[in-house]
Protein backbone atom coordinates (compact mmCIF):
# COMPACT_ATOMS: atom_id res chain seq x y z
CA UNK A 1 0.00 0.00 0.00
CA UNK A 2 1.61 2.93 -1.18
CA UNK A 3 1.23 5.04 1.90
CA UNK A 4 1.76 2.54 5.15
CA UNK A 5 3.57 4.29 7.65
CA UNK A 6 2.47 7.58 6.60
CA UNK A 7 0.77 9.79 8.60
CA UNK A 8 -2.09 11.82 7.02
CA UNK A 9 -4.17 15.15 9.06
CA UNK A 10 -7.62 15.92 7.46
CA UNK A 11 -9.39 19.04 8.48
CA UNK A 12 -13.46 18.99 8.17
CA UNK A 13 -12.65 15.18 8.32
CA UNK A 14 -16.16 14.59 9.88
CA UNK A 15 -18.34 14.31 6.31
CA UNK A 16 -17.88 15.69 2.84
CA UNK A 17 -14.92 15.80 0.96
CA UNK A 18 -12.71 15.62 4.10
CA UNK A 19 -14.56 12.47 5.36
CA UNK A 20 -13.88 11.08 1.50
CA UNK A 21 -10.12 12.02 1.69
CA UNK A 22 -9.58 10.40 5.19
CA UNK A 23 -11.02 7.46 4.18
CA UNK A 24 -8.97 7.23 0.77
CA UNK A 25 -5.83 7.53 2.67
CA UNK A 26 -6.21 5.15 5.09
CA UNK A 27 -7.47 2.46 2.36
CA UNK A 28 -4.08 3.10 0.74
CA UNK A 29 -2.30 2.34 3.96
CA UNK A 30 -1.96 5.85 6.16
CA UNK A 31 -2.86 6.47 9.47
CA UNK A 32 -5.27 9.42 9.54
CA UNK A 33 -6.13 12.04 12.00
CA UNK A 34 -9.42 13.60 11.76
CA UNK A 35 -10.04 17.12 12.97
CA UNK A 36 -13.48 18.74 13.04
CA UNK A 37 -15.90 19.85 15.42
CA UNK A 38 -18.64 17.60 15.62
CA UNK A 39 -18.12 14.54 17.71
CA UNK A 40 -22.20 14.03 18.32
CA UNK A 41 -25.15 14.03 16.31
CA UNK A 42 -26.57 17.52 16.11
CA UNK A 43 -30.29 17.50 14.88
CA UNK A 44 -31.12 19.89 12.48
CA UNK A 45 -27.29 20.06 11.19
CA UNK A 46 -25.71 17.59 8.41
CA UNK A 47 -24.74 14.29 9.56
CA UNK A 48 -21.07 13.04 10.18
CA UNK A 49 -19.14 13.07 13.00
CA UNK A 50 -14.70 12.32 13.37
CA UNK A 51 -16.05 9.54 15.91
CA UNK A 52 -18.10 7.82 12.73
CA UNK A 53 -15.17 8.46 10.55
CA UNK A 54 -12.50 7.24 12.99
CA UNK A 55 -14.51 3.65 13.40
CA UNK A 56 -14.71 3.17 9.82
CA UNK A 57 -10.82 3.63 9.15
CA UNK A 58 -10.10 1.52 12.37
CA UNK A 59 -12.10 -1.06 10.78
CA UNK A 60 -9.62 -1.18 7.74
CA UNK A 61 -6.85 -2.19 10.34
CA UNK A 62 -5.87 1.46 10.25
CA UNK A 63 -4.85 3.34 13.21
CA UNK A 64 -7.21 6.97 13.39
CA UNK A 65 -7.09 9.64 15.56
CA UNK A 66 -10.22 11.74 15.91
CA UNK A 67 -9.01 15.73 17.41
CA UNK A 68 -11.79 17.71 17.81
CA UNK A 69 -10.88 21.15 16.63
CA UNK A 70 -13.02 24.65 16.19
CA UNK A 71 -10.76 25.68 13.23
CA UNK A 72 -11.84 29.20 13.65
CA UNK A 73 -9.44 29.15 17.05
CA UNK A 74 -5.82 29.95 16.04
CA UNK A 75 -4.21 28.12 18.98
CA UNK A 76 -6.47 24.79 18.82
CA UNK A 77 -5.59 24.81 14.98
CA UNK A 78 -1.84 25.19 16.46
CA UNK A 79 -2.63 21.86 18.49
CA UNK A 80 -4.07 20.31 16.68
CA UNK A 81 -1.04 19.53 14.70
CA UNK A 82 1.13 19.05 17.40
CA UNK A 83 -1.75 16.60 19.20
CA UNK A 84 -1.50 14.38 15.76
CA UNK A 85 2.68 14.35 15.26
CA UNK A 86 2.94 13.29 19.16
CA UNK A 87 0.20 10.34 19.42
CA UNK A 88 0.40 9.30 15.31
CA UNK A 89 4.47 9.94 15.50
CA UNK A 90 4.86 12.72 12.72
CA UNK A 91 2.53 14.35 9.57
CA UNK A 92 3.78 13.61 6.32
CA UNK A 93 0.43 14.08 4.10
CA UNK A 94 -2.02 17.24 5.36
CA UNK A 95 -5.27 17.90 3.51
CA UNK A 96 -6.49 21.20 4.17
CA UNK A 97 -10.09 20.56 3.48
CA UNK A 98 -12.68 22.35 5.88
CA UNK A 99 -14.20 25.30 4.85
CA UNK A 100 -17.03 27.45 5.84
CA UNK A 101 -19.54 29.99 3.95
CA UNK A 102 -21.01 33.32 4.59
CA UNK A 103 -24.52 34.67 4.45
CA UNK A 104 -25.61 38.04 2.63
CA UNK A 105 -23.91 39.81 -0.46
CA UNK A 106 -20.90 42.12 0.69
CA UNK A 107 -22.69 45.51 1.62
CA UNK A 108 -24.81 42.85 4.40
CA UNK A 109 -21.54 40.83 5.72
CA UNK A 110 -20.44 41.59 9.49
CA UNK A 111 -16.82 42.48 10.50
CA UNK A 112 -17.19 39.53 12.68
CA UNK A 113 -18.05 37.16 9.81
CA UNK A 114 -15.63 38.38 7.52
CA UNK A 115 -12.83 37.68 9.78
CA UNK A 116 -14.87 34.14 10.24
CA UNK A 117 -14.47 33.36 7.05
CA UNK A 118 -10.88 34.20 6.99
CA UNK A 119 -9.99 32.37 10.03
CA UNK A 120 -11.67 29.36 9.42
CA UNK A 121 -10.96 29.06 5.10
CA UNK A 122 -7.78 30.49 4.79
CA UNK A 123 -5.55 31.55 8.26
CA UNK A 124 -6.38 27.89 9.33
CA UNK A 125 -4.74 26.43 6.32
CA UNK A 126 -2.00 28.65 6.98
CA UNK A 127 -1.38 27.87 10.73
CA UNK A 128 -1.07 24.06 9.47
CA UNK A 129 0.97 24.53 6.96
CA UNK A 130 3.34 26.26 9.21
CA UNK A 131 3.51 23.73 11.78
CA UNK A 132 3.23 20.75 9.94
CA UNK A 133 6.46 21.65 7.89
CA UNK A 134 9.11 20.83 10.79
CA UNK A 135 7.36 17.33 11.21
CA UNK A 136 7.63 17.30 7.36
CA UNK A 137 11.32 17.91 7.41
CA UNK A 138 12.25 15.11 10.40
CA UNK A 139 10.92 12.74 8.16
CA UNK A 140 12.64 14.15 4.47
CA UNK A 141 9.87 15.48 3.03
CA UNK A 142 5.79 15.32 2.95
CA UNK A 143 2.63 17.02 0.46
CA UNK A 144 0.07 19.06 1.27
CA UNK A 145 -3.15 19.52 -0.57
CA UNK A 146 -5.27 23.14 -0.09
CA UNK A 147 -8.85 22.92 -0.51
CA UNK A 148 -9.84 25.69 -3.30
CA UNK A 149 -12.72 26.35 -5.20
CA UNK A 150 -13.77 27.20 -9.13
CA UNK A 151 -16.05 30.20 -7.04
CA UNK A 152 -12.25 32.26 -6.59
CA UNK A 153 -12.26 33.06 -10.10
CA UNK A 154 -15.99 33.68 -10.89
CA UNK A 155 -19.41 33.52 -9.52
CA UNK A 156 -22.71 31.78 -11.14
CA UNK A 157 -24.90 34.07 -13.36
CA UNK A 158 -27.90 34.67 -10.74
CA UNK A 159 -30.04 34.95 -14.73
CA UNK A 160 -28.74 31.36 -15.15
CA UNK A 161 -31.56 28.90 -14.72
CA UNK A 162 -29.32 26.59 -13.26
CA UNK A 163 -30.76 26.66 -9.84
CA UNK A 164 -27.14 26.78 -8.27
CA UNK A 165 -27.20 30.31 -9.46
CA UNK A 166 -30.33 30.78 -7.23
CA UNK A 167 -28.68 29.32 -4.51
CA UNK A 168 -25.80 31.37 -4.85
CA UNK A 169 -28.07 34.58 -4.42
CA UNK A 170 -29.92 33.13 -1.57
CA UNK A 171 -27.08 31.96 0.72
CA UNK A 172 -24.18 34.27 0.04
CA UNK A 173 -25.10 36.92 -1.86
CA UNK A 174 -24.66 36.45 -6.26
CA UNK A 175 -20.74 37.55 -5.91
CA UNK A 176 -19.93 34.71 -2.81
CA UNK A 177 -17.88 37.60 -2.42
CA UNK A 178 -16.26 37.03 1.22
CA UNK A 179 -16.00 32.70 0.44
CA UNK A 180 -14.32 33.68 -3.11
CA UNK A 181 -12.02 35.64 -1.31
CA UNK A 182 -10.75 32.78 0.85
CA UNK A 183 -10.50 30.23 -2.29
CA UNK A 184 -8.38 33.41 -4.24
CA UNK A 185 -6.28 33.52 -1.87
CA UNK A 186 -5.84 29.84 -0.54
CA UNK A 187 -4.79 29.26 -4.59
CA UNK A 188 -1.90 31.89 -3.63
CA UNK A 189 -0.57 30.20 -0.33
CA UNK A 190 -0.81 27.00 -2.32
CA UNK A 191 1.75 28.48 -4.68
CA UNK A 192 3.94 30.59 -2.77
CA UNK A 193 4.61 28.00 0.00
CA UNK A 194 5.38 25.45 -3.38
CA UNK A 195 7.79 27.50 -4.11
CA UNK A 196 9.09 28.02 -0.28
CA UNK A 197 8.99 24.01 0.77
CA UNK A 198 10.49 22.72 -2.91
CA UNK A 199 13.60 22.58 -1.07
CA UNK A 200 12.15 20.71 1.86
CA UNK A 201 10.79 18.04 -0.77
CA UNK A 202 7.00 19.15 0.55
CA UNK A 203 5.02 19.88 -2.22
CA UNK A 204 1.75 22.11 -1.90
CA UNK A 205 -1.02 21.90 -4.36
CA UNK A 206 -4.90 22.55 -4.84
CA UNK A 207 -7.99 21.51 -6.04
CA UNK A 208 -10.31 23.57 -6.88
CA UNK A 209 -13.71 21.31 -7.49
CA UNK A 210 -17.27 22.53 -8.55
CA UNK A 211 -20.73 21.79 -7.18
CA UNK A 212 -20.51 18.37 -5.33
CA UNK A 213 -22.87 16.38 -3.58
CA UNK A 214 -21.98 16.55 0.08
CA UNK A 215 -23.64 15.90 3.22
CA UNK A 216 -23.63 19.83 4.12
CA UNK A 217 -24.80 21.17 0.55
CA UNK A 218 -27.41 18.18 0.98
CA UNK A 219 -28.62 19.48 4.19
CA UNK A 220 -28.86 23.25 3.56
CA UNK A 221 -30.30 22.89 0.00
CA UNK A 222 -32.10 19.66 0.04
CA UNK A 223 -34.21 20.36 -2.84
CA UNK A 224 -31.68 21.18 -5.44
CA UNK A 225 -31.20 18.98 -8.47
CA UNK A 226 -27.68 17.48 -7.91
CA UNK A 227 -27.58 15.39 -11.18
CA UNK A 228 -24.40 16.55 -12.61
CA UNK A 229 -22.28 17.96 -9.78
CA UNK A 230 -19.29 16.20 -8.74
CA UNK A 231 -18.93 13.55 -6.85
CA UNK A 232 -16.54 13.88 -3.58
CA UNK A 233 -14.90 10.03 -3.83
CA UNK A 234 -13.80 11.22 -7.17
CA UNK A 235 -11.78 14.32 -6.14
CA UNK A 236 -10.80 11.94 -2.80
CA UNK A 237 -8.91 9.80 -5.18
CA UNK A 238 -7.49 12.91 -6.93
CA UNK A 239 -5.89 13.72 -3.82
CA UNK A 240 -4.88 10.69 -3.03
CA UNK A 241 -2.61 11.07 -6.11
CA UNK A 242 -1.47 14.20 -5.80
CA UNK A 243 0.34 12.91 -2.03
CA UNK A 244 1.97 10.11 -4.23
CA UNK A 245 5.26 9.81 -5.73
CA UNK A 246 3.04 9.85 -8.93
CA UNK A 247 2.81 13.20 -8.44
CA UNK A 248 6.37 14.12 -7.87
CA UNK A 249 6.46 16.09 -10.56
CA UNK A 250 3.19 18.47 -9.46
CA UNK A 251 4.26 21.49 -7.31
CA UNK A 252 2.16 24.23 -6.82
CA UNK A 253 -0.48 23.41 -9.14
CA UNK A 254 -4.10 24.30 -8.92
CA UNK A 255 -6.51 21.04 -9.95
CA UNK A 256 -9.82 21.95 -11.74
CA UNK A 257 -12.22 20.01 -12.56
CA UNK A 258 -10.61 19.63 -16.34
CA UNK A 259 -7.95 18.40 -14.67
CA UNK A 260 -9.55 16.33 -12.19
CA UNK A 261 -10.95 14.70 -15.17
CA UNK A 262 -7.96 13.79 -16.50
CA UNK A 263 -6.25 12.90 -13.55
CA UNK A 264 -8.29 10.46 -13.46
CA UNK A 265 -8.70 8.78 -16.51
CA UNK A 266 -4.68 8.20 -15.98
CA UNK A 267 -5.05 6.69 -12.40
CA UNK A 268 -7.81 4.36 -13.57
CA UNK A 269 -6.29 3.30 -16.01
CA UNK A 270 -3.10 1.73 -14.68
P1 LIG B 1 -19.54 19.83 4.48
O1 LIG B 1 -20.12 18.53 4.05
O2 LIG B 1 -20.43 20.84 5.11
O3 LIG B 1 -18.26 19.59 5.39
C1 LIG B 1 -17.59 20.69 5.95
C2 LIG B 1 -16.51 20.19 6.87
O4 LIG B 1 -15.76 21.30 7.37
C3 LIG B 1 -17.09 19.45 8.05
O5 LIG B 1 -16.30 18.35 8.37
C4 LIG B 1 -17.04 20.50 9.15
O6 LIG B 1 -16.87 19.87 10.41
C5 LIG B 1 -15.76 21.24 8.78
N1 LIG B 1 -15.74 22.58 9.39
C6 LIG B 1 -16.47 23.65 9.05
N2 LIG B 1 -16.21 24.68 9.89
C7 LIG B 1 -15.29 24.21 10.78
C8 LIG B 1 -14.63 24.77 11.90
N3 LIG B 1 -14.87 26.03 12.32
N4 LIG B 1 -13.76 24.02 12.59
C9 LIG B 1 -13.51 22.73 12.21
N5 LIG B 1 -14.09 22.13 11.15
C10 LIG B 1 -14.98 22.88 10.45
O7 LIG B 1 -18.93 20.62 3.22
P2 LIG B 1 -18.03 20.14 1.99
O8 LIG B 1 -18.83 20.44 0.77
O9 LIG B 1 -17.45 18.81 2.20
O10 LIG B 1 -16.88 21.25 2.07
C11 LIG B 1 -15.54 20.94 2.41
C12 LIG B 1 -14.62 21.91 1.68
O11 LIG B 1 -14.85 21.81 0.27
C13 LIG B 1 -14.83 23.38 2.03
O12 LIG B 1 -13.58 24.03 2.14
C14 LIG B 1 -15.61 23.93 0.84
O13 LIG B 1 -15.38 25.30 0.66
C15 LIG B 1 -14.98 23.11 -0.27
N6 LIG B 1 -15.74 23.05 -1.52
C16 LIG B 1 -17.00 22.50 -1.54
C17 LIG B 1 -17.68 22.42 -2.76
C18 LIG B 1 -19.05 21.79 -2.85
O14 LIG B 1 -19.77 22.05 -3.84
N7 LIG B 1 -19.44 20.96 -1.92
C19 LIG B 1 -17.09 22.90 -3.94
C20 LIG B 1 -15.80 23.44 -3.88
C21 LIG B 1 -15.14 23.50 -2.66
P3 LIG B 1 -17.70 20.23 11.75
O15 LIG B 1 -18.98 20.87 11.37
O16 LIG B 1 -17.85 18.87 12.38
O17 LIG B 1 -16.79 21.12 12.51
Known amino acids: MEFAGKVALVTGASRGFGMRIALELARRGADV ?14 PGTILETARLIEAMGRRALPVQTDLADHEAVIAMVHTTASELGGVDLLMN ?9 VSETSTFDWNMILA ?13 VPYMRARGGG ?12 YPDPADPDPVAALSTEASGPGITAY ?40 WFPSLDKTHWERPEDWAEVVAVLMSSRADNLNGCIIDSAEKERILAVERGR
Open 97 to 105: NAGMGTLGD
Open 143 to 154: AIVNMGSYLAHT
Open 120 to 132: VNLTSQFLAIREA
Open 180 to 219: GVTKAAIERLTIGAAADLAKDNIRVNCIAPRWTETEGLNT
Open 33 to 46: ALAARTIEEVPGNP
